[in-house]
């Protein structure tokens, strides 16, 4: 229902709908969808690059086969980035299908529901790759202290896609934080225009 340029959301939620706030809207959505699917194509980039990698080598007869799965932080690093870009492309289709009808999400509930899990999501991704890149420091360099070696010596090739996957990881990280700064403007401001709009009932 639309008055004089004023309408009542899906949550009930009165909200101005000015030309301003329109072009805000619509700049702030679709900047929210090139940011998740960043975030989906470079966090199964990551899965795919690191889950795909291994290397043997052969010391004395004996064949020894370097795989992700050898380090928990990269097996943490493949969950973690595979269930950012499944959560991705499930938004991404909430975020096209929003902007097709044209319709804004003013729901709260829906609203704290997609704020909690892109929080999550950020959190996990973060703490996978903060993981995966201290034992990937650690393969490149050893730790003479401990008495490890330099795994990257041996293995260069699995190194060095391992080091591209974290890379793909870093980005579709950075995007996830994005888009979770941006489900937090988009919640809050519905608290935020909420007085406003009352006010110009």
Request: glycine share 6%.
């Given at each position: ?9 899906p ?22 969808l090139?940011?998740?699917i ?22 004395f ?21 595979a ?38 999501m ?17 393969a ?46 988009g919640?809050f ?13």
């Open positions: 229902m639309s008055y004089l340029g004023v309408g009542v959301s949550g009930n939620v009165p909200v101005y709908h000015g030309t301003s706030l329109k072009v805000i809207d619509r700049r702030v959505r679709l900047a929210e090139v940011l998740r960043l975030t989906c194509g470079l966090a199964l980039l990551c899965v795919v690059l690191v889950a795909t990698d291994s290397q043997t080598k052969e010391f007869s004996i064949q020894k086969k370097a795989s992700y799965t050898d380090l928990k932080a990269l097996v943490f690093l493949v969950v973690a980035n269930i950012a870009a499944a959560y991705s492309f499930v938004q991404v289709v909430r975020c096209v299908v929003s902007m097709v009808r044209g319709n804004v999400l003013y729901n709260k509930p829906l609203a704290w529901l997609i704020f909690s899990g892109d929080q999550a950020a959190y996990m991704t973060v703490a996978a790759l903060a993981a995966a890149i201290q034992s990937s420091v650690f490149e360099t050893g730790q003479p202290e401990l008495q490890w070696m330099k795994t990257c010596d041996m293995y260069a090739k699995f190194c060095n896609q391992v080091g591209e996957g974290v890379g793909s990881a870093v980005i579709a990280c950075i995007s996830m934080v994005g888009v979770s700064c941006i489900s937090a403007f919640l401001r519905l608290y935020n225009n909420k007085g406003k709009s009352d006010a110009r009932w």
